[in-house]
Nanobody, 124 residues
Framework: QVQLVESGGGSVQPGGSLRLSCAASGSIFSINAMGWYRQAPGKQRESVAVVRSGGSTNYADSVKGRFTISRDNAKNTVYLQMNNLKPEDTAVYYC??????????????????WGQGTQVTVSS
């Protein structure tokens, strides 16, 4: 089983910055994609940014130019640097990791895990 631990949320004023981290641990064989999603009150969860094993990235249009996703493969950790934050960025941010994990008898199976969520509040 793969566990994710998030950190780095908080409250900032508009224009401020925050950096989120998400560390994956457990019986990881390989990681294919690591991403950040967010859910604001009364809204559906949406994709914010994704980084794949080859290094390619995708961003939501609303965060392009302000957010940067990166990963440290040695630490199985994904980061989200958020600059020039806006009130509309207020949400609970969740990390998601997809890959393959070791199971009993030496078998490998796909997994998809979610972090516990961290609150980001942007307000003056």
């Amino acid at each position: 089983q793969v566990q994710l631990v998030e950190s780095g949320g908080g409250s900032v004023q508009p224009g401020g910055s925050l950096r989120l981290s998400c560390a994956a641990s457990g019986s990881i064989f390989s990681i294919n994609a690591m991403g950040w999603y967010r859910q604001a009150p009364g809204k559906q969860r949406e994709s914010v940014a994704v980084v794949r094993s080859g290094g390619s990235t995708n961003y939501a249009d609303s965060v392009k130019g302000r957010f940067t996703i990166s990963r440290d493969n040695a630490k199985n950790t994904v980061y989200l640097q958020m600059n020039n934050l806006k009130p509309e960025d207020t949400a609970v941010y969740y990390c998601n990791v997809e890959g393959e994990e070791w199971q009993t008898m030496g078998l490998i199976a796909p997994f998809a895990s979610w972090g516990q969520g961290t609150q980001v509040t942007v307000s003056s």
